[in-house]
């Protein structure tokens, strides 16, 4: 018997509580059952976005979001930024590229956060540009990236500010209205809690206003009509229904939670990965700035080849982490504690992870990273 543990920054695990509801008949979208429920989850979208913009809600994973925000916000040719920190940046410039926009990219080394003064130059260098598409969490690096400066400078330029928080929303804080942030996203199997197949996006009324005036061909990601829909309580197309009972349950567990105790949770589950890695004599990838959702950890040299931890954690154990992506394949692995996380669940992956490397030849001595993540859960009173 192999019991299965997901510790992957995405999908992440599905509570019992909202695993229930998943399994249940199907009721029909036009009806003022379902429409009651939508109307509770676009108010508790809008408390996790900590906005009082519409949030729309998306029937497509995360990317199908970053593909809305470019057709929705721009007109063929126009230029923006894109900060590339990795994978995920880099699929900014990609789909900024699609759709025939001129995107200027800020490349940073892979595990960095930009530099906010670097960007300004950038900026100052590209002053037809019309804004700033980033990431909170750099997902393939592990990278932090300084939201709040992102979104001052944008301000201050003129510009708007673009932000994927697909693995940073309701992880850390980031206050949409309050820091002036355009447009926010996420999607449903990060943070969230519930399965891969919704995709989240509000707009501050500056990203609507330039909306109005964007040429960029769209048609079943039009945010204008969904906007529509959504203030009756509708959606333009048939929802992922069974994904949106889903959702109004795990809104319900992060509200009984709290917003504070969420990001306080993620933050300490981070730093008690963190430990243990250092205790292992590990390296993260992202040393200086690293994202609370997820660790990238260097491969040891004494492990030749570093695709085994993943596969070994997996295969042999049950436990599921990702490795690295692209030019990162090998090089790193990812240990997810985001979402519906616990101390547990960390102490697991730490145990499993001393196990493998062992089986792989690095010198460990059992329990010192379970040790290291134990001392801060106990710290701080997890
Ligand atoms: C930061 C970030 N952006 C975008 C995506 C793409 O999301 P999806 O795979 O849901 O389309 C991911 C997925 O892991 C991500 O972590």
């Known amino acids: 018997m192999k019991k299965n543990y997901l510790l992957a920054p995405g999908p992440t695990p599905v509570p019992e509580r909202v695993a229930a509801i998943l399994g249940q008949p199907i009721p029909h979208h036009r009806t003022p059952g379902f429409e009651k429920t939508f109307a509770e989850v676009r108010e508790g979208l809008k408390w996790v976005f900590q906005t009082k913009s519409e949030v729309i809600m998306l029937t497509a994973t995360g990317t199908g979001a970053m593909d809305a925000a470019v057709s929705n916000l721009f007109s063929r040719g126009e230029k923006v930024i894109t900060v590339n920190g990795g994978k995920f940046g880099e699929r900014w410039t990609k789909i900024a590229k699609v759709y025939g926009l001129n995107a200027i990219e ?12 670097d960007l300004a130059k950038l900026v100052d260098a590209n002053p037809d540009a019309k804004a700033i598409l980033f990431q909170a969490s750099e997902t393939s690096t592990g990278a932090r990236m300084p939201v709040k400066e992102i979104v001052d400078l944008a301000k201050k330029k003129n510009l708007l500010s673009v932000c994927d928080a697909i693995t940073a929303l309701g ?6 209205d309050a820091w ?14 519930i399965p891969p197949g919704l995709a989240f996006i ?20 039009d945010l204008a009509k969904e906007k529509k829909a959504h203030e009756t309580n509708q959606t333009a197309w048939t929802p ?36 243990a890695v250092e205790a292992l004599g590990l390296e993260l990838l ?20 570093g695709k ?8 042999k154990h049950g436990v599921t982490i990702a490795g690295g992506q692209d030019e990162l394949e090998g090089k790193i692995f990812r240990l997810s504690h985001f979402g519906y996380c616990s101390p547990f669940d960390v102490t697991t992956g730490i145990s499993c992870l001393e196990l493998v ?15 290291a993540a134990l001392k801060v859960f106990a710290e701080a009173g997890a």
């Open 357 to 371: 490397l062992k089986e792989l030849g690095h010198p460990v001595e059992f329990g010192k990273g379970v040790g």
């Open 286 to 305: 992202a040393k200086k700035s690293p994202s609370p959702a997820v660790s990238a950890v260097v491969v040891p040299p004494t492990v030749k080849e």
């Open 106 to 117: 800020a490349k940073i080394p892979a595990g960095s956060a930009i530099d906010p003064a």
């Open 202 to 221: 509000a707009l501050s009324d500056k990203a609507w206003e330039k909306s109005k005036t964007a040429d960029l061909p769209r048609f079943y990601f």
């Open 180 to 193: 002036g942030i355009d447009v926010l996203i996420t999607g449903s199997q990060k943070a969230m809690m």
């Open 240 to 275: 992922a229904i069974s994904l949106v009972l889903g959702l109004a349950e795990s809104l319900r567990m992060m509200k009984e939670e709290g917003l504070a105790e969420v990001f306080k949770r993620h933050e300490t589950l981070a730093r008690a990965t963190r430990a």
């Open 171 to 176: 992880v850390m804080d980031l206050p949409m």
């Open 308 to 315: 085994k931890i993943p596969k070994l954690m997996r295969d």
